[in-house]
């Protein structure tokens, strides 16, 4: 059974940085995306970071590029979310996704319906 674990979240000032980890077991991700996504209050899931592991190509809306760095460590099952410069509109349930899936060589699945197997999340908090 594949199982997402993320860890990390807290509350943290404008312009601060945080990091967040995703921890995955019962697969070895190696042809996989890995995609993080933000849910904030009364808004709908939205992907923030997506990885291809295979290729290394990566997705982030423009409202987070240059902010937020996706990174993982295959050897570890590990994901990481890099976030700087926090902004209040930063804050939601941070999730942790996989899609196992097989998808189209060059994209990156980046909608949460693309998406197979969730963690339960980690609260982001910012504050201005």
Known sequence: EVQLVESGGGLVQAG?????SCKITGRIFDDDAIGWFRQAPGKERMGVSCLSINDGNTYYPNSV???FTIS?????NMVYLQMSSLKSEDTGVYYCAIRMRHYS????PSSP????????????TVSS
């Open 72 to 76: 993982s460590d295959n050897a570890k």
């Open 113 to 124: 319906n693309e998406y197979d197997v969730w963690g339960s999340g980690t609260q982001v």
């Open 16 to 20: 601060g940085s945080l990091r967040l």
């Open 105 to 108: 060589s060059g994209y990156v």
């Open 65 to 67: 590029r240059g902010r």
